[in-house]
């Protein structure tokens, strides 16, 4: 019975149809097999070429998935740089088919052939070396060569080989596969080098704004800081990181607020901030959008500190000079009677005896024309009208002759002076005028300075010695006082010009500034130290001579 059914089966076809059917369905399977693992190295492409990813990477990952539907053995990567044509990538990297990776000579290259004409080939490899690459395909067994252009916006940029042992014969469709890896190829490579460009532009810019000496913040439209550079983190040095806080609370709870100004407004608004004890210039600068819609605004910290000390004593430079033409003017109309007063005074005293009441006014007349005349030098030096005029002098006999002419003085308001002066004392090169002029400063400050202290014993005291300062020999001059001293905020600023502690009547401020050129033009320097109801020490460093 089963071998009749059998039988009519076979005379009817039927079991021809069955084989037929299933030839088919497995073909079909087969092409669509086939059709997938296309899409799915399609796939691969545009989800695995990415900047992760090296590009060797990526062409063994295809090569890979074409090795299991096509006889594909070799895959490599060319692009254009500028006039040249460079191997960058071989997949599997042992099969070379040129000399070195690197750039293709242009003459007799199939490679260059395919660049020029922009249109992909599809090469047997011969014995003829036609080209120049086949003795290096023929070298290693490779049958058939595919060359695809990599295009973008119509312009050649690389070219995608693809190399086999074989000289099978490809359907249309399977060309139309190739064309598509190449072109999806082509536009990973674009989209990895714009995204690699963009990169590079995000790292400059991140490098430059962080390499600004200068606080640089970004603030978006509600005031939360975006972004700061680390100079601005010198303002901020208990806070770990700015971002996300407002800069409102941060910059502008107690000046005018910049950045308001510049959100309402949409311009550049400046303001003064202090900062960790610094002076800084704020700036606001308002950003754009393409449609010219503001979004953010940056803002600019620059530290003026020294910029404004500067100016300050531009100012004072200012006065001083001014003074000093004063000076200078004053010190020339006084030379004229004072000549006059000391030549009649000295004719004067020729006729008189010396014994005779009149010849002593006489005298101190002369002597106080004298003196006159040495304050108006001073002043003319002060104006620089005149230089120092240095010669040998004494430290010592420089304190006795300022001490004969405010003595009495001091005496008189009941002020104790107490003198210690080193015998030993070198004579120095310099002015002794001058260095009698500090001095002079000195104990006149001393002077006012106990007038206004409560103490019952006032004093100052005086003296002088050699010490070693640095591994230098200096000769110092200290005059202390116990008066009403000075606070400890200011003893560094007593030494600028026109600043004083004193009433308008009593001081200028020019005393103590005058002082400190005076030691600075012998070379040496003049320095304080006070507490404030306790008393003050001024110390004159003068350099010890070498020889």
């Not at 303002?235 to 996300?244: A, K, R, V």
């Not at 308002?286 to 449609?291: C, E, G, I, R």
């Amino acid at each position: 019975m089963r071998n009749r059914e059998e039988m009519i089966e076979y005379l009817t076809g039927v079991q021809s149809s069955k084989r037929n059917y299933y030839t088919e369905l497995k073909k079909t399977v087969s092409e669509l097999e086939k059709k997938n693992m296309q899409l799915e190295i399609i796939n691969d492409v545009v989800k695995g070429f990415n900047v992760e990813m090296s590009m060797d990477e990526m062409l063994k990952n295809v090569l890979e998935k074409l090795e299991t539907i096509f006889a594909i053995h070799q895959i490599s990567l060319s692009v254009v740089e500028g006039s040249k044509l460079v191997r960058s990538n071989v997949y599997p990297s042992t099969m070379i088919d040129f000399p070195a990776m690197g750039a293709i000579p242009e003459q007799d290259s199939l490679y260059w052939h395919v660049v020029r004409s922009g249109k992909p080939l599809f090469y047997r490899t011969s014995d003829n070396n036609k080209w120049r690459e086949d003795q290096f395909l023929l070298k290693l067994g490779m049958a058939s060569l595919f060359l695809f252009p990599l295009v973008n916006k119509g312009k050649v940029f690389g070219l995608l080989a693809l190399a086999s042992k074989t000289m099978e014969d490809h359907h249309s469709s399977d060309l139309t596969f190739f064309q598509q890896l190449s072109d999806q190829v082509a536009v990973c490579m674009q989209n990895a080098r714009l995204y690699n460009e963009v990169l590079d532009t995000k790292k400059h810019w991140e490098e430059t704004f962080q390499a600004v000496s200068e606080a640089i913040i970004t603030v978006g439209m509600h005031g939360d800081i975006l972004q700061a550079n680390q100079a601005t983190y010198q303002y901020f040095p208990d806070i770990e990181n700015l971002t996300g806080l407002y800069v409102d609370d941060l910059l502008f709870l107690k000046t005018e607020n910049p950045f308001r100004i510049s959100m309402a407004n949409g311009v550049p608004s400046s303001a003064e901030l202090h900062l960790q004890e610094k002076i800084c210039e704020c700036y606001c600068y308002p950003v754009f959008d393409d449609a010219d819609q503001l979004y953010a605004a940056i803002i600019y910290i620059k530290d003026v500190t020294a910029k404004r000390r500067i100016e300050v004593q531009l100012v004072q430079s200012g006065k001083l000079a001014a003074i000093g033409e004063m000076a200078a003017g004053v010190a020339h109309e006084l030379n004229n009677p004072l000549t006059a007063i000391m030549g009649n005074s000295q004719l004067l005293l020729r006729k008189l005896d010396l014994n005779g009441s009149q010849y002593k006014l006489l005298e101190d007349i002369y002597e106080c024309g004298k003196r006159s005349k040495n304050i108006i030098r001073n002043l003319l030096t002060f104006s620089r009208q005149e230089e120092y005029l240095f010669d040998q002098c004494s430290v010592n006999e420089a304190v006795e002759q300022v001490l004969s002419l405010v003595g009495n003085q001091l005496h008189k308001l009941m002020i104790e002076i107490e003198t210690e002066l080193d015998p030993s004392l070198p004579i120095i090169e310099g002015s002794g005028q001058q260095i009698g002029q500090i001095i002079l400063n000195l104990l006149l400050n001393a002077k006012d300075a106990l007038e206004e202290s409560e103490q019952e014993k006032k004093k100052i005291k005086i003296h002088t010695s050699v010490q070693n300062v640095d591994e230098l020999k200096w000769i110092v001059l200290t005059v202390e006082d116990n008066g009403i001293g000075i606070e400890e905020a200011v003893v560094a600023d007593i030494f600028h010009p026109f600043y004083t502690t004193k009433n308008a009547i009593k001081g200028t401020g020019l005393g103590l500034s005058v002082s400190l050129g005076i030691a600075e033009a012998h070379g040496g320097t003049l320095k304080a130290e006070s507490t404030a109801t306790k008393g003050s020490s001024f110390h004159l460093f003068l350099p010890v001579p070498t020889c």
